[in-house]
């Protein structure tokens, strides 16, 4: 049996997740991590991506995790992220006018647009693509 470790996962609006865990995954700016107990400590700088989280008991699931932090602790793993979803709460319709608007603003950049909105365009992208991913990974899935 895997063994358990308090996980918290918090975003500016909501507590996401808070209790027992025997594996959390997330993406990295370094690469895709996973945590088990006992993992060494550690912080590092989160990127958009998917977040999956296997609980003591139950079936492991994966949400949508925004920009933030991970932080790996003796009593436990803390995740502060901008933004979770799990893929139930995300709006597909809002996800694909956000990534059109991003592509739109990356293809057709306007004399004010600078490398800052530039990078905030390319990131808007990512989140509304990862978005959409992890809500059509979820309604494929025929277990
Ligand atoms: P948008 O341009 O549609 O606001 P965004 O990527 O800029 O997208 P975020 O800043 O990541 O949005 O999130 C702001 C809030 O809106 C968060 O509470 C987030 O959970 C929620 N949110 C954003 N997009 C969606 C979506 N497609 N479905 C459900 N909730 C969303």
């Known amino acids: 049996m895997p063994k358990p470790f308090p996980l918290m996962v918090l975003t500016p609006e909501r507590e996401f997740y808070n209790g027992s865990a025997v594996y959390v995954g997330v993406n990295t700016i370094a690469g895709s991590i996973g945590v088990l107990a006992d993992h060494v400590p550690m912080v590092s ?3 958009v991506g998917t977040l999956v989280i296997e609980p003591d008991e139950g079936t492991r699931r994966t949400a949508f995790h ?3 932090f991970i932080e790996v602790r003796p009593d436990g793993v803390y995740i502060l992220a901008q933004a979770c979803e799990w893929p139930e709460e995300i709006d597909e319709k809002r996800a694909l006018e956000a990534e059109e608007r991003a592509k ?3 293809s057709h950049p306007d004399e004010e647009l ?4 530039m990078a905030h365009s390319k990131v808007a992208l990512m989140r509304a693509m990862t978005r959409r991913r992890i809500k ?3 309604t494929t899935d025929t277990k």
């Open 45 to 47: 700088a989160l990127d």
């Open 66 to 68: 925004s920009e933030g």
């Open 104 to 106: 739109e603003r990356i």
């Open 114 to 117: 600078n490398l800052t909105t």
């Open 136 to 138: 059509s990974m979820s």
